[in-house]
């Protein structure tokens, strides 16, 4: 009982201070009893037919190519949430760097997975300001130009309202969880409705799952949109000075 009140407060508290654009009331906001934190979206309207295909880590740049050429193939779009220091220069081996820059080119998004893959809620506030807008840096210099990532899915799933508040800071839109995850391809399809955010990872057992689920999703009437359209998020505007994350991190630690 006490925990419920408690629970109750404390999203009362939260409530005005989370990220500053509204989310429509159709959107992953189903509270429920164990989940303190209603700004984390889990999925978009249910009211229309469309669903966002997300792949999350992004270790094997293979799977994200196959997984973005499949899903364009079918009108659709994908959101990448890769982990950041996977995009450092440095790491990066012959046609990768070429993949991310078509991929950010295309109708398709990249978001960010954190710079290292770390449980954010066991990070100090500095490090959560860190490697969540660390991957700007790196993104940009990737591509040569400034994209605005605008959502990150935390890994493990794992965040609290002091990671939310953090992110506010650096300018995130949302911390984006998933309704559907699963790659078993008759599991996906039995929870997929519309609004669905579906959760995928560029890996072998995912890219067999995909192949049967992308056709599927198009044959049943779904648009395949990317997390921002999902949202309906005003278009990426991306500009030409890069993000530098030296210039910018004393504004964010001081905020
Ligand atoms: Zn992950």
Same mark, same amino acid.
């Given at each position: 009982m006490f925990k419920r009140i408690f629970l109750c407060l404390l999203c009362l508290c939260l409530l005005p201070s989370c990220f500053a654009e509204a989310v429509p009331e159709s959107m992953g906001l189903?509270?429920? #009893? $164990?989940?303190?934190?209603? +700004?984390? /979206?889990? $999925?978009?309207?249910?009211? #229309?037919?469309? !669903?966002? @295909?997300?792949?999350?880590?992004?270790?094997?740049?293979?799977? @994200?190519?196959?997984?973005? #050429?499949?899903?364009t193939s079918y009108g659709g779009s994908i959101t990448f949430y890769p982990v950041g220091e996977l995009l %450092?220069?440095? %790491?990066?081996?012959?046609?990768?760097?070429?993949?991310?820059?078509? /991929?950010?080119?295309?109708?398709?998004? /990249?978001?960010?997975?954190?710079?290292? +893959? $770390?449980?954010?809620?066991?990070?100090?506030?500095? $490090?959560? /300001?860190?490697?969540?807008?660390? &991957?700007?840096? @790196?993104?940009?210099?990737?591509?040569?130009? +400034?994209? &605005?990532?605008?959502?990150?899915? &935390?890994?493990?799933?794992? +965040?609290?309202? !002091?990671?939310q508040k953090q992110l506010e800071k650096v300018g995130y839109h949302h911390v984006i969880l998933w309704d559907v995850d699963s790659t078993d391809a008759d599991e996906v399809k039995k929870n997929v409705q519309n609004g669905s955010i579906i959760l995928f990872h560029a890996r072998k057992a995912d890219w067999n799952c995909l192949q049967k689920v992308i056709p599927w999703l198009a044959e049943q009437g779904y648009e395949m949109v990317t997390i921002s359209e999902l949202l309906n998020l005003p &278009?990426?505007?991306? !500009?030409?000075?890069?993000?530098?994350?030296? !210039?910018? %991190?004393?504004e964010y630690l001081n905020k």
């Open positions: 189903d509270w429920q #009893e $164990n989940d303190p934190w209603p +700004h984390a /979206i889990r $999925n978009g309207s249910r009211d #229309e037919r469309r !669903v966002a @295909v997300t792949m999350d880590d992004c270790y094997e740049f293979e799977y @994200v190519q196959k997984a973005w #050429e499949l899903i %450092k220069e440095e %790491k990066l081996k012959g046609g990768d760097k070429e993949l991310w820059q078509a /991929i950010a080119a295309s109708s398709s998004e /990249i978001g960010t997975h954190t710079h290292h +893959h $770390n449980r954010m809620t066991k990070e100090t506030q500095f $490090n959560q /300001i860190l490697y969540s807008k660390y &991957p700007q840096h @790196v993104l940009d210099h990737l591509l040569g130009y +400034h994209y &605005p990532i605008r959502t990150l899915r &935390p890994p493990f799933g794992s +965040h609290d309202a !002091v990671f &278009p990426l505007e991306p !500009v030409d000075e890069l993000f530098d994350w030296s !210039v910018r %991190k004393t």
